[in-house]
């Protein structure tokens, strides 16, 4: 089970910090993903993290504003958000997958529940 935290409402420019924790299972042969959904528009990935060696990838529309890490000791993966935008607006979801790391949705496993994050202008 994988459950996110961290949502809310802020202003564009500020900044949220999401959190996935996993139970039930250890994330660490995984790669942890983190996407959205905003309202009628198909699920994105927006960054992941291969818990085996720390690779790090992002979509364009958020490097150099948002760091996925991870925790392994409390078996969590953060996605900082930093200068967030209106278009930042949607529905985030984290999600595992063993072995690869893509930013594809359609490979993972498990999926979270999603949490909110709507940025005003």
């Known amino acids: 089970q994988l459950v996110e935290s961290g949502g809310g409402l802020v202003q564009a420019g500020g900044s949220l910090r999401l959190s996935c924790v996993a139970s039930?299972?250890?994330?660490?042969?995984?790669?942890i993903g983190w996407f959205r959904q905003a309202p009628g528009k198909e699920r994105e990935g927006v960054a992941c993290?291969?818990?085996?060696?720390?690779?790090?990838y992002y979509a364009d529309s958020v490097k150099g504003r948002f760091t996925i890490s991870s925790d392994n000791a409390k078996n969590t993966v953060y996605l900082q958000m930093n200068s967030l935008k209106p278009e930042d607006t949607a529905v985030y979801y984290c999600?595992?997958?063993?072995?690869?790391?893509?930013?594809?949705?359609?490979?993972?496993?498990?999926w979270g529940q999603g949490t909110q994050v709507t940025v005003s202008s």
């Open positions: 999600a595992a997958v063993l072995f690869i790391a893509t930013l594809s949705p359609g490979p993972y496993d498990y």
């Open positions: 039930g299972f250890t994330l660490d042969d995984y790669a």
């Open positions: 993290i291969k818990r085996s060696d720390g690779s790090t």
